[in-house]
């Protein structure tokens, strides 16, 4: 697809500066754009990488003029930069299809237009709803319900009774309804608690590569509206994740610890089972949580403790040196 | 299925307060049970939690009356709730199935009711005990064993000359038998060792989501009898996890590691390789373990050490602030 | 197989101290060989263990005579020991198969000896070189390209537009080309920034058990040749990676960073987004590198720092108490 400068300055309601006729084959960042590309900047300080790219057409919302290239101004580069990726990669509409190669079990329900790829195994009782997208070799449990528009890549296992909403994305490798890890002893003897609970999660989750969600012990762990998870996440029994919030991979959720809404949550950081963390915390990357915390705190380390006070304990342990020698010193002169 | 209050009372053993003939469908912990559902507390401190539940039958071994509840009071809490799960949820029994989807190879063998699902594929030589299940899309390739009463999720890939015990639970997207992670240089390149080893898995093991399992370099990697593993647990070639350990999510134990019986290890815990931990070890979450541990000793942080001396330690550091502005004191006033 | 510890002198051009007539059917390490077997001792350090061991006959580039024992003594132990692993465990010869049970799609071209397992589904565009073998149930998206003599294991994801280069080995569970972690805010609302990147692998590039490998943003994420990830690794959107670098399990790198040549990475390391790393860089295990790093560093540490510098700041930690007692006693004797 071309589209001319002009045309993709009046989809995106951008003022253009320059020549109104280049032809736009594609978009990319500065680095990699090609010839006939548009990009972006996000800001004025990458002004000079604007002038070393190969793109043509710049859209931006803080300049107008860059030397030598065609700008189009719009209110807000980033979701501007993003419409122009969905007018060259619309998304693709989803065509109603069974393989002959799946296995779909009794009691089967399904909406409009919905995809199953091939070595698909659905069990009994299941439900999806419309425009969704089952990838190949997917294995999906009994009683399993998933809502329109979602889709599940190649090689997601869905254990029994998991409950998906809409709109929602699942990366490949991930592992959804597990056993939660629990166990008591008896006498000395390890006696695993079956696990009888499900997963529930809501609307617009995204759900990166290979991570784990675990079933609840009783009752359900909950990943809530628009939460965002990046790979090799590990969510534990009865964990709720609240809406909006975010988490970077590597990340460990130990059982029943509710997250609250809108947190960012950086990679490998570990939280210990049975607490709360509160709405809009954020977390830095590798921190590990290991009691309460109130809404908007911003924490990080282990154990975690607020960002500032870290950074002065790290200062202060950077001068400890310095600080035996003049006690050193003290202890001498005394 | 439903059972009257007495009727659950005499399987497991309980003296009933209150109510004999509620009728039950199913149980629930305090919170998510709903009405004719059996609950259970585990102490005296959650009796407020049982008064407010919607449960009207409760397990305890620690009160024999709560407010307009029926009480079934029991030796051990437990393995009493336990026993009512699987009442009510009683363990299916293996049917003797081959899906005409799934690929066996040459040389076949197995026992009596074994379950195989569509689109497995079985290399040569492979041995199946009996009541085994092998879930839909697993990868089990030349010359594995499974033992009897071992359940695998779909989606398992195990590799070439495993050997797996009796009564193993292994959830999806398991990885068994990979190379381990072993190479050396000559003149600057970098040459592969060829992991030549197998993996050994004994009775009772429970192996979680996601998790990796090297094969060894020569001989094997071993995971003994009731050693429970949580989720994307990483074990390295040639380690050896001794009986009845625990090990929470996403740990991983470098080659040749040696952990010893009856350990609980938390999640995000790292091991060197070569090192050797004792029996009955608790290793905190988040742990660095770079050295060897002794029977019985508490450890976490990085580098690991006893919990006591660390906590100790963060107190002191807490308080650097306040040692700083002391000895500036005194040198002023020197 | 059998050859004599002659024969295996010969082939390894080793000169051989003992008996030349020895049966030999296999190789292993000094703990686990049987009678049968060949083993080595990368040092003399190991010389009581070879005494002890097994083995019959041993290589050596340190020693020429061990109790009781055939010696082989070579010029460079470790490639005489793989030599030996390659003569008894022969790669096997990829045959030119391709399962009636595989889907491949339209425009498909591929090499020679290609073989191509049950339930693999290959979609539309995609170009498979010579003596490529493709376990079974994995799935490779469009436009996917791969070079000769590279071999995916089962249950591997590849995403769209992914190439991938020649002599590389996956293993089981690899998700390579999911959708990098891109977000934006618009009034509130999380919008997900589309992917459209994808994955280069390079020539002879390892990749373990359950790595996630995401598509860049715009343009390449970078494996360059012969790196070697372990198990559970996860390459953030746009990451590169340079040649030769060795990377342990559970390692995650956040999006654009660079990671120098020849670098040499512990396990559960985190790096954060947009920092570059020098080559010939060695970071210890649970490192969090936050900041630019030069060539040939060797650091350790979260926040990581040079490993001998943290090692101090460490050793003076172990000391606080002590130096709090002091300046309490200074402080009382003011």
Do not use: W
């Not at 580069?77 to 990726?85: D, E």
């Not at 393989?99 to 069990?123: H, L, P, Q, R």
């Not at 006498?187 to 696990?195: D, F, L, M, R, T």
Request: with cysteine; aromatic share 6%; glycine share 10%.
């Amino acid at each position: 697809m071309e589209l001319s400068a002009k045309e993709i300055a009046e989809k995106i309601n951008g003022i253009i500066t320059g020549k109104n006729n280049i032809k736009i084959s594609g978009i990319s960042d500065l680095k990699n754009a090609r010839k006939n590309q548009i990009s972006f900047i996000l800001s004025p300080k990458f002004l000079k990488e604007a002038e070393e790219s190969q793109a043509e057409v710049i859209i931006s919302d803080s300049v107008e003029k860059i030397n030598k290239k065609t700008v189009i101004k719009v209110k807000n580069v980033r979701t501007a930069y993003i419409a122009v990726i969905h007018l060259f990669y619309p998304e693709k509409k989803i065509v109603d299809y069974t393989s002959e190669k799946a296995v779909i079990g009794k009691n089967f329900k399904k909406g409009k237009n919905v995809y199953i790829d091939d070595f698909v195994v659905i069990k009994d009782d299941v439900q999806l709803g419309d425009n969704v997208y089952i990838g190949a070799n997917v294995c999906i449990g009994n009683s399993v319900k998933i809502g329109n528009n979602t889709k599940i890549n190649p090689l997601v296992s869905i254990y029994d009774g998991t409950e998906i909403g809409e709109s929602v994305l699942i990366h490949s490798g991930t592992v959804i309804g597990s056993d939660g890890f629990g166990f008591t002893e008896d006498n000395g003897k390890i006696i695993k608690i079956p696990q009888i609970g499900f997963v529930k999660i809501g609307n617009g989750v995204e759900i990166g590569a290979n991570c784990t969600i675990d079933r609840g012990s009783f009752g359900p762990t909950i990943i809530n509206d628009n939460v965002k998870l990046d790979n090799l996440v590990h969510v534990a029994h009865n964990v709720e994740i609240g809406e909006g919030t975010l988490i970077a991979a590597q990340t460990g959720i130990a059982g029943s610890t509710k997250i609250g809404k809108h947190c960012i949550i950086g990679g490998q950081v570990g939280f210990v089972d049975h607490i709360t963390i509160g709405n809009f915390v954020k977390i830095g990357s590798q921190a590990g949580v290991s009691k309460d915390i109130p809404d908007g705190a911003a924490i990080t380390g282990t154990p975690a403790r607020p960002i500032k006070e870290l950074r002065r304990s790290e200062a202060y342990m950077m001068r400890l040196e310095e600080l035996f020698k003049q006690v050193n010193e003290l202890v001498k002169n005394k």
